[in-house]
């Protein structure tokens, strides 16, 4: 008997490090899809790639949590006290950000419940809806995929000039956040470029009012030669 039971022990421990392990496979090929998607649709100003970069860490993590503590209540209640005295600080500026982590949890704790099946439905699900999404609104607007920031630090350029700059120079523009700080007045604009020449008439406009402003450009998407 207690050979038999040695044996059987074996084989289940087996088998659970067997699903574990193919569980852990499946989140991480699936929030390496959600970041691939992220980048290609996503429509948040921050740099998304660095952003999603973040994606499978957070899946795997999330998965090994669940995975542990789902056999024990005396270890879940471990893990309730151990986040309470843990204070996160994330810098989330956009809701579609906050979407995209909640949807990479999702995974990891669909993995770590050891329920691939209804997990990758729902993802394949949601991916698909976010794709027709993306289509649509692509379709009804310009693709905005450039983001920019310009920090007035002087009274000599106003808000007004530097919006009519942009918009000069620009096929689409979109002002997405203006803040005023101790460095000056921020603007943040995302913009349709596919031309260089775009961003450098812009930065040389705004310098010739004004040599103090700093400007920034991010090409999101990397199209720009």
Excluded: C
């Amino acid at each position: 008997m207690e050979i038999k039971d040695l044996l059987l022990d074996y084989h289940l421990e087996l088998t659970d490090l067997n699903n574990f392990i193919l569980n852990a496979l499946l989140a991480a090929l699936l929030s390496w899809i959600l970041s691939v998607f992220y980048r290609r649709y996503g429509q948040s100003v921050s740099n998304r790639r660095l952003f999603s970069q973040n994606f499978m860490l957070l899946a795997l993590s999330t998965m090994l949590i669940i995975y542990i503590v789902k056999s024990s209540i005396a270890l879940s209640l471990g893990l309730v006290g151990a986040l309470s005295i843990v204070r996160f600080r994330a810098a989330i500026k956009e809701p579609e950000e906050l979407t995209y982590l909640f949807l990479v949890i999702g995974i990891g704790l669909g993995m770590g419940a050891n329920q691939p099946a209804i997990t990758i439905i729902a993802f394949l699900l949601i991916i698909a809806l976010m794709y027709l999404q993306a289509r649509a609104r692509k379709g009804k607007a310009y693709d905005l995929n450039r983001h920019m920031v310009v920090t007035i630090s002087s009274a000599q350029l106003s808000e007004t000039a530097t919006n009519d700059i942009i918009k000069r120079n620009f096929e689409a523009v979109e002002l997405r956040r203006m803040s005023q700080g101790a460095q000056g007045l921020v603007m943040t604009y995302l913009v349709e470029a596919d031309r260089f020449d775009q961003v450098a008439k812009t930065k040389t406009s705004l310098l010739e009012l004004d040599e103090q402003v700093e400007f920034s450009f991010v090409d999101n998407k990397n199209m720009i030669g």
